[in-house]
């Protein structure tokens, strides 16, 4: 892709899944990349896993301090940020009348304010000189999905947070929300079956589950110069299922 090599990178959730791809994918388009991840084994085997990322630092991107503690050491590690892929987030597969408050405060705060804490944190630093904020958001943010009611609606704020910022940070900052489908993650099999794998590979057009790398392919087209009119979008890639 164009325009990657040298760029200063944060990935949020970037020691596991959709993340680790992405990292991964920068750092071999020549990007200078720091992961941050709520793990603390997936931080201390992460650049054993990723090689060539600049580091992995712990942060709780719910957590406002957490936050500001760690752009401030990605400011002494890479001198600034020049793209955020604000990818972190959780789910609780559980019926609506089930949920219980503290599941849904926290899907939120991470899935919903953390993008926020952490894209603020980015902007803050892009302004001036520009740059380009990504988020994962969902299919499940664009059409209702029985059992993640939590999930769903912090995917939905995410695609109008991102709109809203698209609007505001031009032209500047261009900020864009990618929208997966089903991808087969360490938190998907985590919560399916391999019959309820099956069974939804059954009703995907292309009748698979993404691949994280599949994803981060995305980020790094939309990171890059050849994106350069794409703003405010939010970009479904699910292999059909939308349609």
């Given at each position: 892709m164009k325009g990657l090599a040298g760029k200063r990178v944060v990935v949020t959730g970037g020691t596991s899944g959709i993340g680790e791809a992405t990292s991964r994918r920068f750092v071999e388009e020549g990007a200078r990349v720091v992961a941050l991840a709520a793990g603390e084994l997936e931080?201390?085997?992460?650049?054993?896993?990723?090689?060539?990322?600049?580091?992995?630092?712990?942060?709780?991107?719910?957590?406002?301090?957490?936050?500001?503690?760690?752009?401030?050491?990605?400011?002494?590690?890479?001198?600034?940020?020049?793209v955020l892929v604000a990818n972190a987030g959780i789910s609780v597969r559980r019926p609506f009348l089930e949920i219980r408050e503290e599941e849904w405060?926290?899907?939120?705060?991470?899935?919903?304010?953390?993008?926020?804490?952490?894209?603020?944190?980015?902007?803050?630093?892009?302004?001036?000189?520009?740059?380009?904020?990504?988020?994962?958001?969902?299919?499940?943010?664009?059409?209702?999905?029985?059992?993640?009611?939590?999930?769903?609606?912090?995917?939905?704020?995410?695609?109008?947070?991102?709109?809203?910022?698209?609007?505001?940070?031009?032209?500047?900052?261009?900020?864009?929300?990618?929208?997966?489908?089903?991808?087969?993650?360490?938190?998907?099999?985590?919560?399916?079956?391999?019959?309820?794998?099956?069974?939804?590979?059954?009703?995907?057009?292309?009748?698979?589950h993404a691949r994280p790398e599949e994803i981060a392919a995305l980020f790094a087209f939309l990171a890059s110069d050849e994106s350069a009119y794409v703003t405010g979008a939010a970009i479904a890639i699910d292999g059909g299922e939308t349609a």
């Open positions: 931080i201390e085997t992460a650049r054993e896993r990723i090689p060539g990322l600049e580091a992995a630092l712990r942060c709780d991107v719910a957590d406002a301090a957490q936050v500001e503690r760690a752009f401030a050491r990605v400011d002494g590690l890479l001198g600034g940020v020049d405060r926290r899907v939120l705060d991470v899935n919903l304010t953390g993008v926020f804490l952490c894209a603020q944190q980015a902007a803050r630093r892009m302004v001036a000189g520009g740059g380009v904020i990504l988020m994962t958001a969902s299919t499940n943010g664009l059409s209702g999905h029985p059992l993640y009611a939590d999930y769903n609606a912090s995917k939905a704020g995410v695609i109008l947070l991102a709109r809203t910022m698209a609007l505001e940070l031009a032209p500047a900052v261009r900020v864009n929300a990618v929208c997966p489908g089903y991808v087969l993650t360490p938190m998907q099999q985590a919560e399916y079956t391999p019959e309820m794998l099956a069974e939804v590979d059954a009703s995907i057009p292309l009748r698979r």
